[in-house]
């Protein structure tokens, strides 16, 4: 399951296909899809995992995968302890961030730690470009207060495969693990896969 976000707010949540049913992620509309059109529902424990196990049983048909080798989960390669901001910091003291860890990019939650959005050096340095007479005040901005790219988010039990591929074919350098109440869980970056392929020999990426 992935979702597309802006500032907060889910604009899509479904499966990996209907995800690239969307014309461009980028100018996705703030359209919400009907229950019946992919979104989680609140259901159950019991009900949760019978769903889980019902996507994943026709996900394999569809996909021929080999069963005998394992299934491996995005909560199974992903770094749980990753770096977040909350969303009332500055410019000034995000970008402060990334240099002094030493990160290209950094997930922007709000109250509860739910996600927000994805801030990076890019994203920084343009804001500067539109408007370089006036560096001090872009910095001293409060990151609530600009316009964060849309991003995709992948959930927990999302087949490792897939999140491959999307961040192969959408281009993204990492994807936050996002659970169903929107809160961060971890992130999928391209180290986490590469460490993954090194520990875990029957790791399949490609079905």
Known sequence: MFAVYNNGSVGFRSTADNLYNLKNVEELQETRLKPDEGFIQNFSNEEKEHQKQEFLNTYKKIANLDTSEPVYYAKDIMTKNVFSMDNNVSIEEAYTFLKENQITQIPITGFGKKIIGIINKKIILNLIMEDIENVKNILNRKIEDIYLPEIITAAPMADVRSVVKVMLDFKL???????????????????????????????????
Request: glycine fraction near 2%; proline fraction near 6%.
């Open 173 to 207: 350098d990492a994807i936050p693990i996002v659970d169903e109440n929107d809160i961060l869980l971890g992130i999928i970056s391209k180290t986490d896969i590469l460490r993954a392929v090194s520990h875990l020999p029957k790791l399949q990426l490609w079905s």
